[in-house]
């Protein structure tokens, strides 16, 4: 049986870290090697939670300790950013690509469909993870949906929530409600949700369902999509964009020009 531990390294092993980035350790997995491991951990009845986390999140890592700590005792960490891999070759521990939340539900839905596995979807409105459901049920032939519920419930409603995910028997959970209201409700109910494979997906279910578009391979592969949300945004996202791409390049200046500094002082002169 699936141990209940939380935050999700209670059981087997997980894959190496294999880039620091700043205060965020991210695993060097390419999205299919996730999926992989993600169905590899349901086969052996293990539990374990996936964070993905892109620049905005790492910078609110940085004020918000509970958030950093979840992250830190996720299973599973990749990067959901281009600059993220960019910055992994500063410190030549290279990250082999971008791994997107909304390209692993598609992918984890498609061996869910092969592996027999029951899913669930929490988050957004009503309307919207119904439109989700249907758009990947249409995809995906054969998905087995155990249940979904919106993400529009108060403190005294989340238990409840939890335990109609476990008594679906799903054993792989996507949690869309956003940073950090999906991690503090996934740490608070883990014990709870029964599901073996967890995932925060933030606005995923919003470009599914249609509400929000997804910026072109080109502007995802040049590192700005963030500026392609803000123009369907701009007033929910200036600001946070304003400060947390700031931030980010700003300290990664800095830790690029401290790493360049120590080399330079431990080459022996001529």
Avoid at 65 to 82: E, H, K
Avoid at 106 to 130: H, M, N, P, Q, S
Wanted: hydrophobic residues 40%; glycine residues 10%.
């Amino acid at each position: 049986m699936p141990s209940d531990t939380m935050p999700g390294l209670e059981t087997g092993s997980s894959p190496p870290r294999q880039a620091q980035i700043l205060n965020g350790r991210f695993d060097g997995l390419t999205a299919d090697q996730t999926v992989e491991e993600l169905i590899r951990t349901i086969r052996a009845g293990e539990r374990g939670i996936l964070s993905t986390v892109n620049v905005a999140i790492l910078m609110m890592m940085r004020s918000n300790p509970r958030l950093q700590r979840f992250v830190d005792g996720s299973r599973w960490t990749v990067a959901d950013g281009q600059p993220l891999v960019w910055a992994s070759h500063l410190w030549q521990q290279p990250l082999p690509a971008r791994v997107a939340g909304i390209d692993l539900i598609d992918k984890l839905c498609a061996r869910a469909v092969e592996e027999g596995i029951g899913v669930y979807f929490l988050g957004a409105e009503a309307g919207t993870v119904r439109a989700t459901v249907g758009v990947l049920q249409n995809r995906h032939r054969g998905l087995d949906v155990r249940g979904y519920a919106d993400g529009y419930f108060g403190p005294d409603q989340a238990e409840a929530r939890a335990r109609a995910v476990a008594e679906s028997g799903a054993r792989l959970l996507f949690v869309a409600m956003g940073v950090p209201r999906q991690e503090y409700f996934i740490e608070e109910q883990w014990k709870n949700l029964g599901a073996q494979v967890v995932i925060g997906v933030g606005g995923s279910f919003d470009v599914i369902a249609g509400l929000r578009r997804r910026a072109p391979v080109f502007i995802q592969r040049a590192g700005l999509e963030w500026a392609y949300r803000l123009a369907q945004e701009p007033r929910r996202l200036f600001r946070r964009y304003l400060v947390t791409n700031s931030q980010f390049v700003g300290l990664i200046s800095w830790s690029a020009l401290t790493q360049i500094s120590h080399i330079r002082r431990a080459t022996p002169r001529p």
